[in-house]
């Protein structure tokens, strides 16, 4: 398939990886906020292709995984209401809420349903009139979008009995919440092909500047995230020159983005502070609906239905940390043991974009021992 099959050529990526050890002369900690990206670098073994110098960090590019509880017990409050049909995208109904997930209240009878697309929501709210149809809309700019669509398509068609419990949030935002840590120890990071193919890059421009960070808009078939490495340290070798903001995927991505999707997000939604499951608020990290389409608002609409004091989750799950880069998973002592894609604690292991879900998957015991880090790497 042109596109992918180019990009997952074995020789070309062995012929990168070694480019990257060539130019490698000291040690080099990089994230890729992506969870698509994470999985990727696991399932192909990238990073035991790369010399032991570079490191990779895994970044909180996870929806599902940061999408906090409060929402998640928002979301099974209002679908436990008899009238009520959520939608949802599949990864959300295992992530555990404070004491219960959206899977179990569905197995006691909560009409509670699987879409592909926010617009498939609409066409259920026409077809049960006496219901109330609500998405939990979750995701990055990538999703956003087809959100925003549903939200203006259901306001332009007066279809009252949809809504949206709105849990989007934003990339350039939670990276800067990352670098201003004192505990950050990123030095370059991978940018997702795909948000940055709806946003362009110029947000991340600044970021470039107030940090002296190399950033690589990158894709995510092995050969892209190799050139995105290489890009990247090839400037942190350099020390020259100035860091700059490099397009590995420009088959995809222009600098000003789709303007068009950007415009229909304007549009319905505004800028607002979220809440980052296992990290906190980040201001400006969140998507939230504007106040013409207050009725379209599922957090306003059932207020009533929402505890307003939720209680405070205690977890041993340390998802956070790994989000921000500064664990990963088989640090954490319940991976592989009390947590487990059939049992999971915490969303990484549910989702299919979760850290936690990628080294179980493609890892195993390998991971549970930790012994990645010091494992088989693969020497030039
Ligand atoms: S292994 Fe489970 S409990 Fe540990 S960080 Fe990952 S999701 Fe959380």
Not at 256 to 279: C, P
Request: proline fraction near 7%; hydrophobic fraction near 40%; charged fraction near 20%.
């Amino acid at each position: 398939m042109k596109f992918v099959d180019e990009y997952r050529d074995a020789q070309l990526a062995q012929r990168m990886a070694k480019a990257i050890a060539e130019i490698t002369t000291q040690p080099w900690t990089i994230m890729e906020i992506c969870g698509g990206q994470t999985h990727s670098i696991i399932k192909y073994g990238i990073d035991q292709l790369l010399p032991e110098e570079v490191t990779l960090i895994h970044g909180p590019g996870c929806p599902v995984c940061v999408t906090p509880v409060t929402l998640i017990d928002r979301a099974i409050a209002i679908a436990s209401h008899p009238q009520v049909i959520l939608c949802s995208f599949g990864d959300m109904l295992r992530v555990p809420g404070t004491d219960k997930d959206l899977l179990s209240i569905k197995a006691k009878g909560a009409d509670i349903r699987i879409v592909y697309s926010p617009l498939d929501c609409l066409k259920i709210a026409q077809a049960n009139p006496e219901s109330e149809v609500v998405f939990f809309g979750v995701g990055f700019e990538t999703t956003a979008p087809a959100t925003a669509l549903a939200v203006y398509q259901a306001k332009q068609q007066q279809i009252r009995n949809f809504s949206l419990l709105a849990s989007h949030v934003r990339v350039p935002p939670a990276m800067e919440a990352i670098l201003s840590s004192p505990q950050c120890r990123v030095q370059g990071f991978l940018a997702a092909g795909h948000v940055c193919t709806v946003m362009g890059y110029t947000e991340y421009e600044p970021l470039v500047d107030k940090y002296q960070i190399p950033i690589v808009v990158t894709g995510f078939e092995p050969v892209d995230i190799l050139q995105g490495l290489y890009h990247c340290i090839e400037q942190l070798e350099n020390k020259t020159e100035a860091v700059t903001l490099d397009n590995q995927y420009s088959r995809s991505v222009r600098r000003e983005g789709n303007l068009g999707a950007q415009n229909l997000m304007h549009q319905v939604f505004e800028v607002v502070s979220r809440t980052w499951r296992g990290i906190g608020e980040i201001p400006d990290s969140g998507l939230g609906l504007r106040a013409d389409y207050v009725h379209w608002d599922a957090e306003k609409r059932f207020a009533d239905w929402i505890d307003p004091n939720p209680p405070v989750l205690t977890t041993e799950c340390i998802s956070g940390e790994i989000m921000q880069g500064v664990k990963k998973p088989h640090d954490c002592p319940a991976f592989g043991t009390r947590c487990t894609p059939e049992h999971p604690l915490g969303a990484p292991m549910v989702s299919s974009e979760g850290a936690c879900a990628a080294y179980y998957r493609y890892r195993g015991i390998e991971s549970i021992n930790g012994r990645l880090a010091r494992g088989v790497r693969v020497r030039h």
